[in-house]
Antibody
Framework: QVQLQESGPGLVKPSETLSLTCTVS????????WSWIRQPPGKGLEWIGY???????KYNPSLKSRANISVDTSKNQVSLKLNSVTAADTALYHC????????WGQGTLVTVSS | DVVMTQSPLSLPVTLGQPASISCRSS???????????LSWFQQRPGHSPRRLIY???NRDSGVPDKFSGSGSGTDFTLKISRVEAEDVGVYYC?????????FGGGTKVEIK
């Protein structure tokens, strides 16, 4: 059974870098693409980007090159870094499998505040 | 970006009655490989989204057959044949034919 678990700091200061990890079990990260999606409180879903196990990435242009997604196959983890954060980046951050998002983690809430 | 527009925003339904959610895309979702990458997700209160339907009409494993997807081009529909209490939540459509992937704004299904 595929399981994804997001983790990371729940509070980040404005202008700093948000760093999250998605730990995958039940399947190897050396297969599939891995995506990050976010959901501001009470709002809809925004796709952030994905990484392929080969290291290839694709991002949502709306993030203006602030995002970086990577995969560590030795740890079976996928990481998200988002720099220069503002209050607008406050959201529930989810990782999901593939470009078709067929399995999701439970999400982790990140608040951007001083 | 491809804009996905869902309607209605809110859908009160009587238990046991059918429900239908519409999703329209700002351009055709037929990809160059001939497939149409339109998915539906269910998000129950306090839970993560769960994919129900992919490529317009294919149900994911474990999804009850009361859920069905249909449509083509730019117009798509998710139907629930008989709504039960466990179906309460927000439903999203998503297109995967163009980058970036984009979602509809969501339809909140509630019991009348």
């Amino acid at each position: 059974q595929v399981q994804l678990q997001e983790s990371g700091p729940g509070l980040v200061k404005p202008s700093e870098t948000l760093s999250l990890t998605c730990t995958v079990s039940g399947v190897s990260t050396s297969s599939y693409y891995w995506s990050w999606i976010r959901q501001p409180p009470g709002k809809g879903l925004e796709w952030i980007g994905y990484v392929h196990h080969s290291g290839g990435t694709k991002y949502n242009p709306s993030l203006k090159s602030r995002a970086n997604i990577s995969v560590d196959t030795s740890k079976n983890q996928v990481s998200l870094k988002l720099n220069s954060v503002t209050a607008a980046d406050t959201a529930l951050y989810h990782c999901a499998r593939g470009q078709a998002l067929d399995n999701w983690g439970q999400g982790t809430l990140v608040t951007v505040s001083s | 970006d491809v804009v996905m527009t869902q309607s209605p925003l809110s859908l009160p339904v009587t238990l046991g009655q059918p429900a239908s959610i519409s999703c329209r895309s700002s351009q055709s979702l037929v990809y160059s490989d001939g497939n149409t990458y339109l998915s539906w997700f269910q998000q129950r209160p306090g839970h993560s989204p769960r994919r129900l339907i992919y490529k317009v009409s294919n149900r994911d494993s474990g999804v009850p057959d009361k859920f069905s997807g249909s449509g083509s081009g730019t117009d798509f529909t998710l139907k629930i044949s008989r709504v039960e209490a466990e179906d309460v939540g927000v439903y999203y459509c998503m297109q995967g034919s163009y980058w970036p992937l984009t979602f509809g704004g969501g339809t909140k299904v509630e019991i009348k």
